[in-house]
């Protein structure tokens, strides 16, 4: 990637892509699609050409070497991923990609158009009327559905024309099939039309998509055939319920009548409008395209929809009697029927393009603050002025925490954020010096005081805001002290109580709500929650420190230096006391060993 000529412009692309399934496509310097491929993840396929020791083949290398700009088409599923490359290989032919031959298809299933249909597999598309499902990527859940219609239900696989009169004159007998149980005679007047049409109907909600009926029914079967001590066949139909459970979801092709139409999906953001253009073809998305659109006067989303469809259908020669969008374009096309669905087939498709239309967006930001990482923190800044309703913008805050267990070494923590972000130089610890026992109040008082006395004597920036960690009593306590050093005014101070989150000025005795998801309340929760960690190690610290030293300063006639010596040498007490006599001798010599050993093993 490093000694690639767009090496700083495709890395922000790349990290910018989403970790969903979709279909990318890389172009050259001429605006040429070279390359069109699928994958599980975008983010981590498309990465992976430009890891050193993935693109050692030749055309490989030459492939990624021409390299200018990478687009990407998101979608729900590997198997929409694979659906839409083909469609997307056959429409563009890209020069690095493997020839694909106009006859090769994927398999439909179709029901016939017909007195008593038959439901079978076909790879080509005959236009009588007949509906059809799919295409589908994968042959063995063709395969499975099939099977499992054919389990549940009793079709004819013949070719007979089973008109009514035919019937009535008793032109065909029963075959095989109906001696087996396969078939219910419907050629000898066995099984009437409305009867076999309820089937049908029943296959229809099926093949729509409605797996977890049909997970259900095949559990029973598999059960059926385990109480019968039929194993071999449970265990076909678990392996069909595990195809099946990782086929709920439908592809975006999933309607073959959804022919010939334009999908244009549109989001306004600030003075852009963005619109996705999809080109649907059988069902099938051929062309993707995203717009942007950039305001010059205050115009309605309805407008800016007007104009891209008026662009995006002549640049690419778009004929389509039908235009599906989520906004009513402000304009009548003659022999041209506009829809905003709410349900059904056209609505997913329609939503799959405001889905890649927020992807784009979002990319579009990311990368953007990525280039200018600037920026970001600039607009941070005006949001948490505005959100805390500051006089200034928070650059640089501090905050306090005090920590204690019942009284005992009393200390507290300052964290640092400046621009938004944890600042660990400027972390702070204090001992708390001039209280006694567990008094919060006081703690914060004296803690400000020394920070702010002390930064105001070495002449020091002062921050924009300090956070004290609690309500109205650790805030008013603060305050005394920005008091005595005349502070107040000069820095913006709050206070955050931890039981709903709500924040508490001076002098203000109602408290301030922010959003729980908004990214100020989220920047004050993480800098509460530094100063606490912060603040909880210098505690069990200096705990610790003080149980060692109360321990061996117990020993008479062992100093504090003879100490030292044997915690840096077993570097605990209890490898101490579990040490032998010669050992403890080697570090501080025979008398001080026997003072010491003979220290741990009085009775106690």
């Known amino acids: 990637m490093k000694d690639h000529p767009q090496a700083k412009k495709l890395s922000v692309i790349i990290s910018t892509m989403p970790d969903k399934p979709g279909v990318y496509r890389f172009f050259d310097d001429k605006d040429v699609i070279i390359y069109i491929g699928k994958a599980k993840s ?104 099939l099977d499992l219609i054919n389990n549940l239900y009793q079709l004819r696989n013949c070719n007979y024309q089973l008109t009514e009169e035919n019937i009535e004159k008793k032109k065909f007998k029963v075959c095989l099939e109906y001696h087996i149980g396969n078939c219910l005679g419907p050629c000898e007047a066995f099984q009437s039309e409305i009867e076999y049409n309820i089937f049908i109907k029943e296959i229809r909600e099926i093949l729509k998509g409605n797996i977890n009926s049909v997970i259900a029914q095949l559990r029973e079967i598999m059960l059926t055939a385990s109480d019968k001590v039929e194993f071999e066949k449970a265990h076909i139909i ?85 235009i599906i969008a989520n906004t009513e374009p402000d304009i009548e096309l003659p022999g041209v ?58 650059v640089h805050i501090e905050c306090f925490d005090n920590s204690n267990i019942q009284g005992e070494f009393p200390v507290a923590a300052m964290s640092v954020f400046r621009n ?34 002390r930064l105001l004597s070495e002449g020091q920036d002062l921050p924009q805001l300090v956070i004290v960690d609690g309500g109205k009593g650790q805030l008013s306590s603060a305050v005394k002290s920005f008091d005595r050093l005349g502070l107040r005014g000069q820095i913006s101070i709050l206070g955050i109580a931890k039981r709903l989150e709500e924040l508490y000025y001076p002098d203000d005795s109602v408290p301030l709500y922010l959003d729980k998801k908004s990214e100020t309340l989220r920047i004050i929760q993480q800098m509460r929650d530094e100063a606490h960690r912060f603040g909880i190690t210098h505690h069990r610290l200096k705990r610790s420190k003080a ?48 003072t010491v050993y003979g220290y741990f093993r009085l009775p106690k």
Request: proline content about 4%; hydrophobic content about 35%; glycine content about 4%.
């Open 42 to 145: 975008l983010r981590k396929r498309v990465s992976s050409y430009f890891t050193r020791g993935q693109n050692d083949f030749g055309k490989t290398r030459m492939l990624v070497s021409r390299i200018v700009d990478i687009k990407c088409i998101v979608v729900e599923t590997e198997m929409d991923a694979l659906l839409l490359e083909n469609n997307l290989i056959k429409k563009h032919q890209p020069r690095y990609n493997v020839l694909l031959k106009d006859d090769k298809t994927y398999p439909w299933i179709c029901i016939k158009k017909e007195n008593f249909p038959r439901i079978f597999s076909t790879r080509k598309m005959v236009r009588d009327g007949s509906t059809y499902f799919g295409p589908y990527a994968n042959v063995k859940m063709v395969n499975t559905l």
């Open 337 to 394: 029927t506009i829809t905003i669905p709410k349900i059904g087939d056209k609505k997913h498709l329609l939503e799959l393009g405001i889905k890649n239309l927020r992807y784009y967006i979002k990319e579009k930001h990311e990368q953007y603050e990525k280039l200018n990482p600037g920026t970001r923190a600039r607009k941070l800044m005006e949001k948490m002025k505005s959100d805390l309703r500051l006089p200034k913008e928070p």
């Open 547 to 594: 149980v060692v030293k109360t321990e061996l300063s117990n020993i008479q006639g062992v100093g504090e230096a003879t100490s030292q010596k044997l915690l840096q040498h077993f570097k605990s007490v209890k490898k101490i006391r579990e040490a032998n006599l010669d050992e403890i001798a080697s570090v501080v010599g025979m008398a001080k060993a026997k």
């Open 238 to 322: 678990k392996e069909k319920i595990v195809l099946l459970e990782k086929f709920k979801s439908k592809s975006i092709v999933v309607n073959p009548a959804i022919n010939n139409v334009d999908i244009f999906s549109i989001i306004k953001e600030g003075n852009t409008g963005y619109v996705n253009f999809m080109k649907v073809m059988n069902g099938a998305i051929m062309q993707s395209h995203t717009l942007e659109l950039r305001k010059k006067l205050d115009e309605t989303e309805s407008e800016l929809l007007t104009l891209a469809i008026g662009e995006l259908r002549t640049r690419y020669d778009s004929d389509s009697p039908e």
């Open 420 to 453: 938004g972000k944890p600042y660990r130089k400027d972390y702070r610890h204090f001992n708390i010096k001039t209280v006694t026992g567990p008094n919060d109040f006081a703690s914060m008082e004296e803690v400000i005081h020394r920070r702010y006395k």
